[in-house]
């Protein structure tokens, strides 16, 4: 479990973060939804520890800024959205950094399984010996995920991890990260954009809104035009369709 | 059978350097093994062949490292102000102590190219520049500032002359006796070696570092400790040497990428080797002079650099 008290964090005059308490279920996959701008992000790095800022952050009840950096990074990950990667390295030699916190420079048969398997879960066995600068960017993407995957964390936190992914990939890391956590017992947390994702997929959905936390709930109590009205402020009519929630925001 | 291309070409140019000098060896005196010879080659040829590989090994190394720290292809401790700050260093040395040994000189060397160079990095994070060519000409732009400033001292002291000869390199004066802190170097480069996959995860970010558990200040600031002192021991007893930092690592880079690690061995041998040829060139272009190897290194250094930039897309980026 992840429990957040009084996050609190302001750049200058300007609050991004504003007093955010709440907590997030272990063996969960929790979306934080909201506009540009409403904090999620800001929130999530600090949770990530990739962030200052005020607030109590617990781990399964212990303070995270307490953790050694390599015992945390065996428990979190984070993947941040503007992780561009400029060295020239091949997509397997950057999915091996992610066993770094375990093995270090010495990897073992272990490692290398669990590497194998986070680059077949990205759907790049093709891609492992290519350099990161010839591939695109949605592939470079998959490349950074497969590493966070491949660093075997119960909790990972991802921002934004859909970006510069066509549909077909999307889907498919979604439903990937419900594998995860149905199968292997992991809590994740994620920033997404398209809502529809977050209501098929997610089992809580935080909504933030000028930093404040505005929603906190199951799909059901969040997806609907009344409480999407408050995050958004925009009218979003819902469908419901073989039991899920679909928000038609195009029109 | 590629891993010992390297190892065999540098056995092979260091057995032509020992050959190579204004008193000629041949066979014959080699296999007399006369007193002469053996001098020559004890006093002379073999301090200099060594101490042209270690200063090969540690300036592409540095120059490997110091491009990790800074995320930037183009920063080397020559662009990154170390190189400059590591004369101030020797130069207050001399001014103040100049009976102190040659460890206590070059432990001041270190110090300014030390924290020299973590003010230029404090700097970079200040004004946050985004274009990539940008950050070696702040460098070398810092690094002019703090050279005019070693010049007005030296000046001041008479000491100009000094000051010029470091800045190019020069392995003439080598002899045995006057090299050896060179040796200190190998322990630093084995410590680069242990620390190779903490650099490239650094050059990653500091999101990613921090992500996989790395501290990331100290980090930093260790592999700004290595830097400073191989490039101090090297400016101590050989004097400044350019483009090495900056070629070799990105020569090796665009073979076998940027994993430190894998290619801690290649990065040092490379740089071993091209200082060798640099030296021999040096040596024979105008028999029985020399041209500095500072000037070698920078014509041919420079020449590869440029083809570099012209056949491949992504160093321009």
């Known amino acids: 479990m992840i429990t957040i008290r009084n996050a609190h964090k302001h750049y200058g005059r300007q609050t991004v973060v504003n007093n955010v308490s709440l907590s997030i279920q272990a063996n969960s996959l929790t979306t934080l939804i909201g506009s540009n701008g409403a904090g999620k992000s800001t929130l999530l790095s600090m949770v990530g520890r990739l962030v200052d800022g005020q607030g109590e952050f617990l781990l399964e009840g212990k303070p995270i800024s307490s953790f050694k950096p390599t015992d945390l990074a065996k428990q979190l990950s984070m993947l941040r959205q503007s992780n561009q990667v400029s060295a020239r390295l091949t997509v397997r030699e950057l999915v091996n950094f992610g066993r770094f916190p375990y093995s270090k420079t010495r990897l073992t048969t272990k490692d290398h399984q669990l590497v194998d398997q986070a680059l077949s879960f990205m759907d790049l066995t093709g891609f492992a010996d290519k350099y990161l600068d010839q591939l695109s960017g949605g592939e470079r993407q998959r490349a950074s995920i497969a590493m966070v995957l491949a660093q075997d964390t119960t909790y990972v936190l991802l921002d934004e991890p859909l970006n510069n992914l066509d549909m077909a990939h999307s889907v498919h890391i979604m439903k990937l990260l419900r594998r995860l956590v149905d199968e292997h017992h992991k809590t994740i947390i994620v920033v997404l954009h398209d809502i529809n994702f977050a209501s098929c997929y997610s089992d809580y959905i935080i909504a933030m809104k000028d930093g404040k936390l505005v929603q906190h709930g199951n799909t059901e109590q969040v997806i609907n035009s009344e409480r999407l009205m408050e995050i958004y402020g925009m009218h979003i009519p819902v469908a419901e369709q073989g039991g899920r929630r679909y928000c038609l925001y195009h029109l | ?317």
């Open chain 2, 1 to 317: 059978m590629r891993s010992l291309v390297l190892p065999t070409l540098i056995l092979l140019l260091s057995l032509l350097s020992l050959f190579i000098g204004v008193i000629p060896l041949t066979w014959e005196s080699l296999r007399a093994l006369d007193e002469q010879t053996l001098h020559i080659l004890w006093a002379s040829r073999l301090p200099r062949t060594i101490s042209l590989i270690i200063s090969g090994m540690s300036l592409a190394i540095a120059g490997a490292i110091m491009q990790l720290l800074t995320s930037n292809r183009f920063v080397t401790p020559s662009t990154g102000s170390t190189t400059d700050w590591a004369k101030l260093g020797l130069l207050v040395a001399l001014l103040i102590a100049p009976q102190a040994s040659v460890v206590a000189k070059t432990l001041l060397t270190f110090a300014f190219a030390f924290i020299g160079t973590l003010t230029f990095l404090f700097l970079l994070q200040k004004i946050r520049i985004k274009e990539t060519a940008l950050v070696p000409l702040v460098g070398i732009l810092y690094g002019n500032v703090i050279n005019a400033f070693t010049t007005y001292l030296a000046y001041q002291a008479d000491l100009i002359q000094s000051v010029n000869s470091w800045a190019l390199g020069n392995f003439a004066l080598i002899l045995k006796g006057r090299y050896e802190i060179l040796y200190l170097s190998i322990p630093a480069l084995l410590i680069a070696l242990l620390y190779a996959n903490r650099f490239t995860i650094l050059s990653m970010g500091r999101d990613m570092a921090q992500n996989l558990g790395i501290r990331y200040q100290a980090t930093m600031q260790t592999g700004l400790i290595i830097v400073a002192i191989l490039s101090s021991l090297v400016l101590v007893s050989v004097g400044s040497i350019p483009f090495v930092g900056l070629v070799i690592p990105n020569m090796v880079s665009l073979f076998r990428g940027d994993n430190l690690e894998k290619n801690t061995i290649a990065i040092a041998l490379s740089g071993g080797l091209f200082l060798l040829v640099c030296d021999i060139i040096s040596r024979l272009l105008i028999h029985p002079f020399e041209i500095p190897i500072g000037v070698t290194a920078s014509i041919l250094g420079c020449l590869i650099f440029i083809i570099f930039l012209f056949t491949r897309r992504i160093y321009a980026r």
